[in-house]
């Protein structure tokens, strides 16, 4: 059993444990900011954040009196695996059996997409949630597949006039790293009617198709980016449109509440993209992006992925290589527009934070109760 935590962290300078799974870019990226930041956040924001776990597969370090950093992420750069780690090394222990280890307040879920069925981070998240853990995801899986079972097992299933103790689901790094799509969408539109949301929130074919522009080719832009962290090993995930499918499906799922599915976007990659195409584009004052679209029809939204030919004008047109953004349109707010530089998986990792932060913020108010009449 996990130790039941639905009395949540602790709050103030007291300690907030944390348990990553996934110690990949976004992991380890996430470790070596709270390394570098530890002190910053404990005399700015009063919260001891301790890593007392983490998990990548063959093994996990765990050590319910928080982790080194500095000898974490050291090994992590010297590709030592944390199962051979002294002391704290955990042998063939898989993400599941850390987090029953360390019982942590808050699960950072960072492990692979999985496409087919989620895991290991969609039994991870419910198993967490069940317990009363608080969950910080990039792992887009477990939402893509799975978002209505998550929210209504976390905070985001009571209504915001019936505070519950259901334990919080945070996961703004799941939608373009540390562009602010679901935090934009959920605050500055609330009590808005959204008509038409747009977004490039692949960064791998943002970049690629840029590159594409000035005479490189295809193949040697994407080795590229993968050579710089922001593609994996086998993208065809962000080319073939899948990456962006997820979290446009996400931000449909959370921000306008359409109760999609995968078989609900439409979704065409970038390979077929032709240097002609791009050139023509150009000619004709337009440029070609990896664009992503919730539009309203009747009483839900069309989801679709791919390519479009956008005027060069356009807020999605005019971005850098290494951006990604997004514009929403809404009956009231006509447009507001948002982009994030990110030329490195940092940016997911920053998300994680801000998210982690949320949450103790929002345990805090809750700790206050309403105030008297």
Not at 136 to 155: F, I, N, Q, R, T
Not at 210 to 239: K, N, W, Y
Not at 253 to 280: C, H, P, Y
Request: with cysteine.
């Amino acid at each position: 059993m996990i130790g039941d935590r639905r009395t949540g962290g602790v709050v103030g300078g007291e300690r907030w444990r944390l348990c990553l799974a996934g110690a990949g870019n976004v992991g380890a990226g996430f470790l070596a900011l709270l390394r570098d930041r530890h002190a910053d956040l404990v005399g700015r924001y009063g919260v001891d954040l301790s890593v007392v776990g983490v998990a990548e597969l063959g093994g996990a370090a765990v050590d319910p009196a928080g982790l080194d950093l500095a000898h974490l992420t050291s090994a992590l750069a010297d590709g030592t695996p944390l199962a051979a780690l002294p002391g704290v090394g955990r042998p063939g222990a898989s993400a599941a059996d850390a987090l029953r280890e360390c019982a942590p307040d808050v699960l950072l879920g960072a492990t692979p997409v999985d496409l087919t069925d989620g895991e290991p981070g969609l039994g991870l998240v419910r198993a967490a949630l069940a317990s009363g853990t608080h969950v910080v995801l990039a792992d887009k899986g477990p939402l893509a597949l799975a978002y209505d079972e998550l929210a209504a097992a976390s905070d985001l299933g009571a209504g915001w006039a019936e505070p519950d103790d259901r334990p919080y689901l945070r996961f703004s790094a799941t939608v373009a790293g540390a562009l602010p799509v679901v935090n934009l969408g959920l605050r500055d539109f609330a009590g808005e009617e959204i008509l038409r949301l747009e977004g490039v929130f692949n960064g791998t074919s943002q970049y690629v198709l840029r590159a594409m522009e000035s005479g490189t080719g295809f193949g040697e832009a994407l080795a590229d980016t993968q050579r710089r962290g922001i593609a994996e090993a086998d993208p065809s995930l962000d080319v073939d449109g899948h990456d962006a499918a997820f979290k446009l499906l996400i931000t449909a799922n959370s921000v306008l509440g359409a109760r999609a599915g995968l078989a609900d976007v439409e979704i065409t990659g970038i390979r077929g993209v032709t240097q002609d195409a791009v050139r023509a584009a150009g000619e004709a004052g337009e440029r070609i992006v990896p664009l992503a679209v919730a539009e309203r029809s009747g009483d839900g939204y069309r989801l679709r992925v791919g390519p479009e030919a956008l005027p060069a004008d356009h807020p999605l047109a005019r971005l850098h290589p290494d951006e990604m953004g997004v514009v929403f349109h809404a009956s009231q707010v006509r447009r507001i527009s948002a982009a994030s530089l990110e030329p490195h998986p940092e940016p997911a990792s920053a998300a994680m934070l801000r998210d982690v932060l949320d949450i103790i913020r929002t345990q805090a108010k809750r700790r206050e109760g309403p105030c008297p009449s």
